[in-house]
Structures are given as structure tokens and as C-alpha cells.
């Protein structure tokens, strides 16, 4: 599907099955677990994203050997030092900077990293404060990219670390930990967000053969220990099922997702619970989900644990029969977008009501209108809010491309539930597209 810089979405029930592209969150970290092997491993299905690659690229950039082929990236286990300095480019990949931020630190030589202009705003101090107490030398300004590494010799040791803002700060530190002589002992000094994405790293380290203990307020990694991640295959991604999923609630259709299911060790199947607490049916399986829609009702949920499926729940929420509130939503100012704004500014389009209370966002139901949808170039966003135009006519996203960051083939999937799904439009007029 070729866009116009616009999508008009025609409403519609969803119905049918569909294969969702496997997990970002997983390839980003068995990317770099596999370049900590040092030896051939072949990563199946890894997906192949604008995010993704940023991660590949960087590792490649480094000296880690990989062959890239349709549905496998193979690590040779060949490491050739590169000329320093080395330029890593991140995008808005939150998880490439601060993954690779991590990882860099473990190289000798000058390294230096650069995003966006999203991300030059996006925080990274905590992180850089770590690692320099780990005894890397790191130039930033404000703890913001760009910055300049110069590491290869870290000293294992406690670091007091506050992840209240983003839980890859740990994971970071968790991946490298096994490559610094003495070992990490990482002490949370506040509240730590997101933490199903840290129990997903927890995973995979385990699976590579990494030994990790939990302490009370952390987490106590031993040094030194040998990382052997085997052959891997990564499964569909959670958070771009709930799409779906979702629209199956809203519209009342029915919607399966053929290969995720209860078997996943992602955080976001949470979203099969709140869907079901909202009031729609789900079937699990080890491998399958199905949803279907047949009213809805307003939920209170800690959305803590599970923030990517945020934007895609307050859409659902303007269309349950009550009030909603997602708790413990306040971290997500720091991603793609100020994705507070995003949602708030884009509901208020539709002429709905969404508002922050303390840390919660409360979501009321209705909306009277369509409206041309700003994505903020956040994939997120664009693909929630393509879900409010399949009840609401006249609803538009702008930049519809963005969803490349983790979803390049999301408009196809869709229209394959619903068809016809849309049409491309410029300066809001509708025309065929091709």
C-alpha cells in the first residue's frame, strides 16, 4: 500500500486471522546477546524494522560480523576491532540508545552516539551515571545524546540507579553485566517502571546461560560469566497484536492472531486480561489468541507494567459504556512522543475527553467527530488511532509511514481484517491512491 503523506480510514467491523511480525523488544536484546556470545548463532524471524536495524547496524559498526538474509540474521562469531571513532546513529530508538549506550561501554576506543531530534530530548542521565561509576568516560551535556564514549575497561560494583523514567536503563545494565570483571549489584532507588520488560530481558539472559539473582531493591549479576545464547527464533509481537485485537473489542468483530498466545513471555499480553475486564470474550491458547467484541465497559488499570499498550487502550475507552483510568502512566512523557500530549491532543480531536489525574489518565467515553489524527512520528499513536476511524467516519493520520519503527507492514495487515480499509488522501481530498 502506497501512501500520500495521509490515510482516511473507512469504518468497519475486523474480522479474520492474521500473523503479526515478530517482537522488536526480543531482536533488540538477542541482537546484542548473540554479539556477546562470540560464537555463530542464527537469529529466526528476527523483525526487520527501522528500529531494529538501528540496533543491527550499530553491532555491525562496532566489528560484530553479521549476515544479513530475509527471516535470518546469522552472527558468524568473527569480531574484527574498528578504526575509532566509531558513529553510531540511533533514530528514535529509545532501546538502541540506551542498549547500545550500555554495550559501547564494554569497547575500547571512542565511540560516539546521535539520534534524533526526538531523542536528543529523551533521558539518558541515569544510565550515564551508572556506567561511569562502572568506570566508563562518557561526554554529554544534560545526559541527553549526543555523547562520546570512551570504555573498554569497566570495574564490576554497585550502582544506585533511579529507573522511574524507563526500565531499559536495567536491562542495559543487565545485558553487559556478565562481560564486567566483578560483576553488578544494581540498586533501585526508586519505583521501577515498565518492569515486565526487565523480566523479559531476565528471560533471554537465562536462555543464553547468564545467571541473575533479584535482591530486595535489584538485582546481583556475577561477572565474568559466559553468555551462550543458541540458535533463536523470536516470537510475534504482543504489543502489535493488540491492535487487533483491540479493534475486534470496538467494532465488535473477531479477530485471531495465529502466532501469539499464552506461551509468550512478553509483557503486554496483559492485554488479553483487560480486554476481557472491559467485557470482550478471549479464547487463549499456547499459540493463538482470539477476541471478540460485544459491548464494553470502562476499566481501572495499572498500566505500569504494560505502557505500549496505553495509546491503543484510551482509544478503546472512548468507546466503553464508562469512565476509564489507566494508572501509573505519567513515564509515558519520555517515549517516540510526550505521548501523554499525543493522546490527550488527539482525543480532544475526535471531541473526546481524556485528562490526567496525578499519574493516571482518565478517559471518558464519546467522541461526535472525525478529525485528522497527529501522529507526533510515533508509530504508536498512528496505529491506536487508526483503530478510533473504524467506528468514527472522517477519521485521517497523518504520516501513516511512521509505523515503520515497528510495524512496516500494519496498513496490509489491517485492510487483510478489513477491506476496503482506506484511502490515501492528500491535503484531506480523497483520491485512488495505487
Known amino acids: 500500500m502506497d501512501h500520500n503523506g495521509q490515510i482516511a480510514i473507512v469504518p468497519g467491523r475486523l474480522m479474520g486471522e492474521v500473523r503479526v511480525p515478530p517482537s522488536k523488544s526480543i531482536t533488540h536484546r538477542a541482537l546484542i546477546l548473540a554479539a556477546l556470545s562470540r560464537k555463530p548463532v542464527k537469529i529466526a524471524h528476527p523483525l526487520d524494522s527501522?528500529?531494529?536495524?538501528?540496533t543491527l547496524q550499530a553491532l555491525q559498526a562496532l566489528g560484530y560480523e553479521v549476515a544479513v538474509a530475509p527471516n535470518a540474521w546469522q552472527f558468524t562469531g568473527q569480531y574484527v576491532p574498528p578504526r575509532s571513532p566509531v558513529r553510531i546513529f540511533v533514530g528514535n530508538s529509545g532501546t538502541t540508545a540506551r542498549l547500545m549506550t550500555a554495550f559501547a561501554a564494554l569497547h575500547p576506543g571512542e565511540i560516539w552516539i546521535d539520534g534524533s531530534p526526538r531523542m536528543r530530548q529523551r533521558p539518558m542521565a541515569p544510565l550515564l551515571e551508572a556506567l561511569r561509576t562502572l568506570g566508563a568516560r562518557i561526554d554529554a551535556t544534560d545526559g541527553k545524546l549526543p555523547l562520546w564514549i570512551r570504555g573498554g575497561n569497566l570495574q564490576g560494583g554497585r550502582v544506585d540507579i533511579d529507573a522511574s523514567e524507563s526500565s531499559q536503563y536495567v536491562s542495559a545494565l543487565l545485558l553487559i553485566a556478565p562481560r564486567i570483571a566483578g560483576g553488578i549489584h544494581i540498586q533501585l532507588t526508586a519505583p521501577l517502571v515498565s518492569r515486565a520488560y526487565v523480566q523479559l530481558t531476565l528471560?533471554?539472559?537465562q536462555q543464553a546461560g547468564v545467571r541473575v539473582d533479584t535482591t530486595e531493591r535489584g538485582f546481583r549479576v556475577a561477572g565474568e560469566q559466559q553468555v551462550c545464547l543458541p540458535d533463536f527464533t523470536v516470537e510475534g509481537d504482543v504489543s502489535s497484536a493488540s491492535y487487533f485485537l483491540i479493534g475486534a473489542a470496538i467494532t465488535g468483530g473477531r479477530v485471531t492472531i495465529t502466532n501469539v498466545g499464552t506461551h509468550s513471555i512478553q509483557g503486554d499480553r496483559e492485554v488479553w486480561k483487560i480486554l476481557a475486564a472491559a467485557g470482550a470474550r478471549v479464547v487463549e491458547t499456547p499459540d493463538r489468541i482470539t477476541v471478540s467484541g460485544n459491548g464494553l465497559k470502562g476499566v481501572d488499570w495499572d498500566m505500569s507494567a504494560c505502557p505500549d499498550l496505553v495509546p491503543g487502550m484510551a482509544v478503546m475507552a472512548l468507546f466503553a459504556s464508562s469512565k476509564s483510568r489507566f494508572r501509573n502512566v505519567q513515564h509515558l512523557r519520555f517515549k517516540e512522543s510526550d505521548r501523554?500530549?499525543?493522546?490527550?491532543?488527539?482525543?480532544?480531536?475526535?471531541?473526546?475527553?481524556?485528562?490526567?489525574?496525578?499519574?493516571?489518565?482518565?478517559?471518558?467515553?464519546?467522541?461526535?467527530?472525525?478529525?485528522?489524527?497527529?501522529?507526533?512520528?510515533?508509530?504508536?499513536i498512528a496505529m491506536s488511532f487508526a483503530l478510533a476511524g473504524l467506528r468514527l467516519p472522517g477519521v485521517v493520520i497523518n504520516d501513516p509511514d511512521c509505523v515503520?519503527?515497528?510495524?512496516?507492514?500494519?496498513?496490509?495487515d489491517l485492510s487483510r481484517l478489513h477491506h476496503p480499509l482506506a484511502e490515501d488522501v492528500v491535503a484531506g481530498n480523497p483520491s485512488s491512491g495505487d
Open 50 to 54: 527501522e528500529d531494529t536495524r538501528f
Open 203 to 205: 528471560s533471554l539472559l
Open 340 to 380: 501523554i500530549a499525543a493522546i490527550r491532543g488527539n482525543i480532544q480531536r475526535l471531541g473526546g475527553k481524556a485528562e490526567m489525574d496525578g499519574a493516571d489518565l482518565v478517559v471518558q467515553p464519546g467522541v461526535r467527530h472525525g478529525a485528522v489524527v497527529d501522529p507526533h512520528q510515533d508509530h504508536r
Open 404 to 412: 515503520g519503527k515497528s510495524y512496516p507492514t500494519f496498513w496490509e
